[in-house]
């Protein structure tokens, strides 16, 4: 995905495959407490989804999953 910060990158992702919004987002429309994101392997917060981005940055998004 490309976007100029990792919230853009996330809404691009989310219009190219509108089923993802299931496992990120509650049903009042905030991000699930188990989505994590990192930018180039550094844990970003979600108050700094909007900081931009470079060129070059790689972006994961990881859902956590716990169980027994």
């Not at 429309?29 to 070059?56: H, I």
Request: glycine content about 8%; overall charge negative; proline content about 4%.
């Amino acid at each position: 995905m490309t976007g100029h910060s990792a919230a853009e990158c996330l809404h691009n992702l989310e219009v190219q495959f509108p089923n993802i919004r299931q496992w990120l987002y509650d049903k009042q429309g905030n991000l699930l407490p188990q989505v994590q994101f990192f930018v180039n392997g550094e844990r970003v917060l979600v108050d700094e989804l909007n900081s931009p981005l470079e060129d070059d940055d790689e972006i994961l998004i990881l859902l956590a999953i716990g169980g027994g």
